[in-house]
């Protein structure tokens, strides 16, 4: 299993359009899919789409969200190191993952949706029958792929992403630049929450793995796993 490999796209956007507020990738989104495939020995792939340094949303590294695991790689050079150093999209293309993984964060809801190289890349792997996964905010990076038969491959698919009442529990209503709930139903997709809002809910629809918010990255990292080991 060792030769098994994940790309990780995170975003490079680090404001909020109105320039008041930071905000880039939600850290614990990316680190517990890190952790997990690291412990199986997987091949790893950050990119962004610019290439480059990845912002950190303050929000996620207030001691109230920041778990041990997160808190133990922000603390590792290596890893900030990494994180400063990611390829850009452009550079990976052409390459074959095992799993596609869209972190969230604010951040992507500006510079994934309608990145073409990024719908492509989502496209080609999901077509192929490779692991496409997509957490929280990161989950607006599917809006709009289009398959080979020109529909939004979100059609029609059980999926979740951040709710608009958990927008309204963040205080970002008035400054995200569009409704992720509302956009993912717009385009058809079966769209599901979990009962509680800010708590764990992954939902799977054969190899297109997606997780609500934040609380759902350690059960994300773990269905994700699940899923490569299966195949």
């Not at 793995?209 to 990292?221: H, L, Q, V, Y």
């Amino acid at each position: 299993m060792d030769n098994l490999k994940i790309l990780a796209i995170v975003t490079g956007t680090s404001m909020y359009a109105n320039g008041n507020l930071k905000t880039g990738l939600w850290l614990s989104e990316l680190t517990h899919i890190y952790h997990n495939a690291k412990e199986q020995g997987y091949e790893f792939i950050i990119a962004s789409p610019k290439g480059g340094n990845t912002p950190i949303d303050p929000e996620s590294l207030k001691p109230i969200v920041l778990d041990k695991l997160s808190k133990d790689y922000w603390n590792d050079s290596k890893f900030r190191e990494m994180m400063q150093h990611t390829k850009s999209l452009d550079e990976i293309s052409e390459s074959m993952f095992d799993c596609v993984y869209l972190a969230g964060g604010h951040g992507t809801m500006y510079d994934f949706p309608n990145n073409i190289t990024l719908q492509e890349i989502v496209k080609v792997h999901f077509e192929n029958n490779k692991v496409v996964a997509a957490i929280c905010h990161g989950v607006g990076g599917l809006l709009n792929v289009r398959l080979s038969n020109g529909e939004f491959l979100i059609k029609h698919k059980k999926i979740t992403g951040f709710t608009w009442c958990e927008e309204s529990i963040a205080k970002r209503k008035k400054e995200v630049p569009f409704n992720l709930e509302a956009a993912l139903k717009e385009r058809g997709a079966n769209y599901q929450k979990a009962l509680i809002p800010m708590t764990s809910k992954v939902v799977s629809d054969g190899s297109l793995i997606t997780g609500e918010n934040p609380f759902s990255s350690k059960e994300m990292a773990k269905v994700v796993i699940q899923q490569l080991n299966i195949k």
